[in-house]
């Protein structure tokens, strides 16, 4: 039933081990009970899809956040994701628990999720670069201390290369009797708004594990797992340490394709090229490709900027500068991507903003999620309150106190009062533009395409300007209702700009 192949060398980094995990129904898997620790962006999606998909394992969902379980016990779920509500309403209190109750959870499971969030260490040493592992420690203490039995357990988080061992170290220092751990990397790749397409049709399944006849079972039971719904072919096991790192190298990949484009579009401003066009004829290239090739105000998320400076790190510890080096221009190039466009309002807008209304349309990162974490509208809010605007916010899916919170965060402003008088959240697109000197749209949102502009221009203060960070609205319209607009990597009709007074210049 399973082969294994040693495909190269004796050491644990270079070994490629490959399982043939067979067809479900000839195994006699164990896997009764799943816990997973941390009810994120996440576990919560994933453990969803897991429930659905494999009606006859239990999956508890655990979190120390009372609040965010008791949101998902409720009929208002704690994240916004298309499609989430209802695999929840199918499978919650059928096999799908939501729990405070960590320790019964643990004791139960046979295989243990740890999808606790991993942030950019904000102190000591690798500040500002490395993960900050305390929360997945926090999760392998308290396996080590309650666990009962056999359990897999499986590093679902990114982390740092080697973070197994670390797991491992800390599982195995109890040495209880009749305790027995093997642990898997599994990271997961699937993208916010479009999270449970991603799990359900997943492009791959990648599962790490120990190089041992026990590290092989345990992966062949997490292969069991996914082979519900997931083709084999689909499903690609090797070592440990190669799993870890290929989760950082995909998302340093897909951050470089952005950076690659927003470089471009810079090019593109400065000579009458136009990056929509370019971004077209380059990724028709079929060794290129098209995805990620979309030019924008900068890429947000909490993953892109975190793990690859995370993966910075790795490699100036690893005594490799040059590579650390070279991806960490890959964020350089995203904070001057959205310096570039903050910069490009300010200075359209005849060099101040001081005490003008300025309305911007999307919060979140991207469209389809509530989530702000990095948004490059915090970026652009920041620049614009810097500069004595008065902002006017519309997201669809963002929580106010969210907004709030994100602007009145210590790394955006000493003056958290001055900030909260300066903006005003709306819950309709057209109240939030009206009366407003510019709009800046900094998500892509679908509405934000169909809005009525005629209607927005009359209600606005003249020149009326629009700055479209994202690409997506039909400039040519614009233009001839009378709006004076802007966007990334192409010229549009020439807006009057004033670079200091005095000195106006045509763009
Ligand atoms: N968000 C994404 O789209 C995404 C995609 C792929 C991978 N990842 C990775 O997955 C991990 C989780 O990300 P997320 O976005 O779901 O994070 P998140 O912040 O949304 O959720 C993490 C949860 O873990 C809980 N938690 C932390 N320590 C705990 C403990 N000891 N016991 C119980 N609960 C605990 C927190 O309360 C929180 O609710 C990160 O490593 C991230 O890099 C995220
Ligand atoms: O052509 C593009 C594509 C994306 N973006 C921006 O890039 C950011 C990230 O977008 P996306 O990757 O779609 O969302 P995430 O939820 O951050 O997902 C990324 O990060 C996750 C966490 O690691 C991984 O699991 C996913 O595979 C990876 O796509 C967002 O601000 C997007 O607006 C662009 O500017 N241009």
């Known amino acids: ?152 357990v499986v590093e679902k988080s990114t982390v740092p290369v080697r973070a197994a061992e670390s797991i491992l170290n800390i599982l195995r220092a109890n040495n209880r009797p009749g305790v027995s751990y093997q642990i898997l990397s599994n990271p997961e790749f699937l993208a916010e708004g479009t999270a449970i397409d991603d799990l359900l049709k997943a492009d791959r399944v990648l599962i790490g594990g120990e190089d041992t006849p026990e590290g092989h079972a345990a992966v062949e039971e997490l292969c069991w797992v996914y082979e519900h719904w997931i083709s084999r072919t689909n499903i690609i096991t090797t070592n440990t340490w190669s799993s870890e790192l290929s989760k950082l190298a995909a998302n340093a990949f897909l951050a470089q394709r952005i950076s690659s484009i927003n470089s471009l579009s810079a090019v593109c401003e400065a000579t009458g090229a136009d990056i929509s066009e370019v971004a077209r004829a380059v990724g028709l290239d079929s060794r290129i490709g098209s995805k990620f090739l979309q030019a924008s105000v900068g890429f947000g998320g909490s993953c892109f900027q975190k793990d690859i400076l995370n993966l910075v790190y790795i490699c100036e510890c690893l005594n490799l500068p040059e590579v650390a080096a070279y991806w960490q221009q890959v964020i350089d190039m995203n904070e001057y991507q959205k310096s570039r466009f903050s910069t490009k309002v300010v200075e359209s807008l005849f060099n101040t903003v001081s ?81 407003t000197h510019a709009i800046v749209l900094c998500t892509e949102w679908d509405e934000f395409m169909v809005l009525d502009y005629e209607r927005i221009y009359k209600g606005m203060m003249k020149p009326a300007h629009i700055f479209d960070g994202r690409k997506i609205l039909d400039h040519d319209r614009l233009i001839k209702i009378g709006f004076q607009v802007q966007t990334i990597g192409k010229r549009l009709a020439r807006p009057l700009i004033t670079r200091t007074w005095g000195s106006p210049y045509q763009a």
């Open 1 to 152: 039933m399973e082969s294994v192949h040693l495909i190269s060398g004796s050491q644990p980094y270079v070994n490629e081990v490959v399982f043939d995990c067979g067809m479900l129904d000839d195994k006699k898997m164990v896997i009764k009970k799943i816990c997973c620790i941390g009810a994120g962006y996440v576990g919560g999606p994933t453990c969803s899809v897991i429930a659905l998909k494999c009606p006859e394992i239990t999956v508890t969902v655990v979190d120390k956040s009372m609040d965010r379980i008791a949101q998902w016990n409720s009929d208002k779920l704690p994240i916004y994701e298309p499609g989430l509500d209802e695999v929840v309403r199918e499978c919650r209190g059928r096999n799908l628990i939501f729990s405070t109750d960590i320790e019964t959870a643990i004791k139960e499971a046979d295989l243990i999720f740890i999808s606790v969030n991993t942030p950019t260490k904000t102190f000591g040493n690798g500040k500002g670069r490395a993960a900050d592992l305390k929360y997945v420690e926090g999760a392998a203490r308290m396996i080590a201390e309650v666990a009962t039995g056999n359990k897999i």
């Open 355 to 435: 005490g003008k209304q300025i309305t911007l349309l999307g919060f979140a990162f991207k469209k389809d999620t509530g989530d702000t974490r990095e948004s490059p509208a915090i970026h652009v809010a920041k620049t614009l309150l810097d500069e004595g605007a008065k902002l006017h916010i519309y997201d669809p899916k963002v929580e106010p106190s969210q907004i709030v919170d994100d602007l009145t965060h210590p790394s955006v402003t000493e003056e958290p009062e001055s900030v909260k008088n300066s903006i005003t959240i709306h819950s309709d697109p057209y109240t939030a533009t009206m009366g």
